[in-house]
T-cell receptor, first 113, second 114 residues
Framework: TQLLEQSPQFLSIQEGENLTVYCNSSSVFSSLQWYRQEPGEGPVLLVTVVTGGEVKKLKRLTFQFGDARKDSSLHITAAQPGDTGLYLCAGVVGGTSYGKLTFGQGTILTVHP | SAVISQKPSRDICQRGTSLTIQCQVDSQVTMMFWYRQQPGQSLTLIATANQGSEATYESGFVIDKFPISRPNLTFSTLTVSNMSPEDSSIYLC???????????FGQGTRLTVV
């Protein structure tokens, strides 16, 4: 059983479209991170959300943390080919931020010009 | 943030041999981890590298197959022993600072076993 369920696993869209990636769990997380990974590289941290209900924006990317701190979403507005990559959510279970990360299955996003 | 250097970046190895991957962090960090990843898929934690003591392995991973060293706060190695083609994967080093929520990653080592 996957602790963090990430969906969809694959997204293939045209440039300019919007998309949302979801990360859900039955467990409470002290924080959730979103990473983006390109081929041949390690994951790069995009954002950390720590407070239930928190919304963070990073240019065209909007991240939300659920009120109960069990789920999160990543919304991309007007996707660009440069957004193509593997998106991963990850978090530390429980009431402490100290510890190992649990990763979702990942979403492979392809944005066609 | 921390800059993590991992080497080699890729290697092709014969089955039955062993490969040691090195991970160097540019600052002292509390926790270091080793992950395995199939291309396009998520990360699977192999173990937590503990400074000066035996690593803590996740279910399905054992010390004989994946011995890990961490002699100080900035350096760790992972050895993939007695390799088989099933060990072909990307191996990633990761680090977290004290009290930090975020982890940082090396660029990975792409291993192919033939």
């Amino acid at each position: 059983t996957q602790l963090l369920e990430q969906s969809p696993q694959f997204l293939s869209i045209q440039e300019g479209e919007n998309l949302t990636v979801y990360c859900n769990s039955s467990s409470v997380f002290s924080s959730l991170q979103w990473y983006r990974q390109e081929p041949g590289e390690g994951p790069v941290l995009l954002v950390t959300v720590v407070t239930g209900g928190e919304v963070k924006k990073l240019k065209r990317l909007t991240f939300q943390f659920g009120d109960a701190r069990k789920d999160s979403s990543l919304h991309i507005t007007a996707a660009q080919p440069g957004d193509t990559g593997l998106y991963l959510c990850a978090g530390v279970v429980g009431g402490t931020s100290y510890g190992k990360l649990t990763f979702g299955q990942g979403t492979i996003l392809t944005v066609h010009p | 943030s921390a800059v993590i250097s991992q080497k080699p970046s890729r290697d092709i190895c014969q089955r039955g041999t062993s490969l040691t991957i090195q991970c160097q962090v540019d600052s002292q960090v509390t926790m270091m981890f080793w992950y395995r990843q199939q291309p396009g898929q998520s990360l699977t934690l192999i173990a937590t590298a503990n400074q000066g003591s035996e690593a803590t392995y996740e279910s399905g991973f054992v010390i004989d197959k994946f011995p890990i060293s961490r002699p100080n706060l900035t350096f760790s190695t992972l050895t993939v022993s007695n390799m088989s083609p099933e060990d072909s994967s990307i191996y990633l080093c990761s680090a977290k600072g004290q009290g930090a929520t975020e982890a940082f990653f090396g660029q990975g080592t792409r291993l192919t076993v033939v």
